[in-house]
């Protein structure tokens, strides 16, 4: 069994898929901390997880077929550290609702596919800016998990080369999560981070990477982890029509309460309220706004903990929000929405409806909870 040696997970994980482990943690426990900790981390793995010592461990960076140098850990931790704090997030995080829409194909993730740490190792472009590699000669960086599959294909993943030069992208080869060694289920001894960009592309247990005209020629680049319209079904599918998803829009998610809870409303008529916003590509979320009444009258929420020392531009980390929402006594339950606005003004769509893609992902409507009023 290849699965025989995986790591012990926390049991508070709600198990979306045993072999390969995918899991996430119950919504409130994702706004307790700004900084997720490691046990409390969703993990989404497509294969068995591969176990390399430091000692044994050894990195290839190649241009195309052509080895151009091998790094140990210890290499890579000669360059200059940079700590940056990024959530990264599962494509298809929200998905249970998008398929509540229409059925499709996928891990049924409610909204905790999205962790959000601090992440510390050698920025790619520094690397590379180190090899002299230059721009004009590629268009896209590979990267390849030491996680095979029965063929012994490798996951696979890439991202545009300007991405991965561009020192103000903060791509990073991390060897450690929340200040300590990566855990092994997120991509121990060390993983890619690309901040702003779905988890996808953020390749764990990395041990080769690799400079090329194309794009990777991993499954999971080609033929997974793309958006269609909403009329493309699996008889009419051709992958090739669509790019691969790297930045990601903006969302947000209600984590308490949870669906069907049984709120006391406060004397001043409100419940309490709290979530997360994040956007992709860097962008910082500036308001979320929030409603009880199917938007006739919108409350703003309180952003409670944002990234202080993230740059113009370079807004990684997520939002935690909380508010005291004023709710109609007079009803037995109401439907929460909440939706959030990021730096460049974008928001998310009302429904499900109109963004529903075969496969599932960015899956980015009004998250909408229903209540109950004691
Ligand atoms: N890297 C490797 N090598 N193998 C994988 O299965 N899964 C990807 C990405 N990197 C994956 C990988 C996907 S789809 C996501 S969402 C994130 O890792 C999940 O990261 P996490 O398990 O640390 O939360
Ligand atoms: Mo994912």
């Avoid at 095979?148 to 999560?177: F, H, T």
Wanted: hydrophobic share 35%; net charge neutral; proline share 7%.
């Amino acid at each position: 069994d290849p699965y025989a040696l995986e790591p012990v997970r926390n049991q508070m994980l709600h198990i979306n898929g045993k072999k390969p482990f995918c899991a996430e943690p119950p919504p409130p426990m994702l706004v307790k901390n700004f900084i997720t900790p490691k046990e409390v981390f969703y993990v989404r793995n497509h294969l068995p997880v591969p176990y390399i010592d430091e000692e044994n461990y050894e990195l290839e960076l190649a241009a195309e077929e052509k080895t151009m140098k091998t790094f140990n850990i210890e290499d890579i931790k000669k360059y200059p550290q940079h700590t940056i704090t990024s959530a990264i997030m599962c494509g298809g995080n929200r998905r249970s609702e998008m398929g509540a829409e229409k059925p499709l194909k996928g891990l049924s993730w409610n909204v905790g596919a999205i962790g959000n740490a601090s992440w510390t190792g050698a920025k790619l472009s520094d690397v590379l800016r180190d090899l002299g590699v230059k721009e004009e000669d590629y268009n896209h960086i590979q990267f390849e998990g030491m996680d095979i599959d029965p063929s012994g294909v490798p996951y696979g993943a890439s991202i545009p080369i300007s991405k991965a030069l561009d020192p103000r992208a903060d791509v990073l080869l991390a060897y450690k999560m929340n200040g300590e060694d990566i855990p092994l289920d997120h991509g121990y001894p060390l993983r890619v981070i690309v901040p702003g960009v779905v988890g996808a592309r953020n390749v764990k247990w990395v041990n080769r990477i690799i400079l090329s005209k194309n794009e990777s020629p991993s499954q999971f680049q080609q033929n997974d982890y793309k958006g269609f319209s909403p009329s493309i079904n699996w008889d009419n599918v051709d992958f090739k029509t669509a790019p691969a998803i790297q930045e990601m829009p903006v969302t947000s998610a209600i984590c308490c309460p949870q669906k069907d809870e049984k709120i006391t409303v406060a004397k001043d008529g409100t419940i309490p309220v709290k979530g997360y916003a994040w956007s992709g590509g860097g962008k910082k979320i500036i308001r979320v706004d929030v409603t009880a009444d199917q938007g006739e009258t919108w409350h703003i929420a309180e952003l409670v903990a944002q990234d202080p020392d993230a740059k113009e531009g370079r807004h990684y980390a997520w939002t935690l929000w909380s508010l005291n929402l004023p709710v109609d006594k007079m009803k037995k339950s109401v439907e929460i929405w909440v939706k959030a606005v990021d730096s460049q003004y974008n928001t998310q769509p009302e429904s499900f409806k109109n963004i529903w893609n075969l496969r599932g992902f960015l899956c980015n409507a009004y998250h909408k909870v229903k209540v109950n009023l004691g």
